[in-house]
């Protein structure tokens, strides 16, 4: 998989993302990988022919050389697979991969996968944002405001960040791109 390839080829059907019958030896799990390993652990799941899916995303960079495409994993550090229990105990072993994490609701994970493979399918420049709930704490991290800290709120679809000021029991709304923000630890 060439990282400039401007065609990534989708090398993983549909079919692969279905949900594994209950008494089946294989059951989707994630794979968290050492940074920048994920398209070698792919690789080697597909070489033990483990059912793999590594969504991409497509990045463009204009250098002074001209524009470079790359496909990047959408969710760095994480591979997701079917393996069996021997296979299982062969990739926790891989020096690429930290850990291996269990998934317990398989039929609700293969449907947010699906959902992820059907996105890309129609834009593979799509990128993520940290999923915050209303009334998590966050920090601006980029644009006119950044620094500023306050509790995330959504209406109407949109959300903003409420500066509160205790004291005077008020608050003051700041529209903010959900992209804009990072939760607080």
């Not at 401007?6 to 692969?16: A, H, S």
């Not at 890309?120 to 601006?140: F, N």
Request: glycine share 6%.
């Amino acid at each position: 998989m060439d990282a400039t390839d401007e065609n990534m080829p989708d090398r993983t059907g549909e079919n692969l993302l279905r949900v594994p019958h209950p008494c089946c030896e294989s059951q989707w799990c994630c794979l968290y990988t050492r940074p920048r390993h994920e398209k070698k652990v792919a690789r080697a799941c597909e070489r033990l022919d483990v059912g793999v899916y590594l969504p991409l995303r497509r990045v463009t960079r204009r250098y002074s050389s001209g524009k470079k495409v790359y496909w990047l994993p959408l969710f760095p550090g994480y591979v997701f697979c079917r393996p069996t229990p021997g296979k299982r105990v062969e990739l926790s072993g891989n020096e690429r991969v930290l850990t291996v994490i269990d998934v317990p609701d398989q039929e609700r994970f293969v449907d947010e996968l699906r959902q992820i493979y059907r996105a890309l399918k129609v834009s593979a420049e799509l990128d993520t944002v940290p999923y915050l709930a209303a009334g998590r704490e966050v920090e601006i991290v980029r644009g006119p405001f950044k620094g500023i800290k306050g509790v995330i709120e959504q209406t109407k679809g949109r959300f903003r960040l409420m500066l509160i000021a205790t004291m005077m029991n008020r608050s003051v709304p700041l529209e903010v791109d959900i992209g804009d923000v990072e939760p607080l630890e």
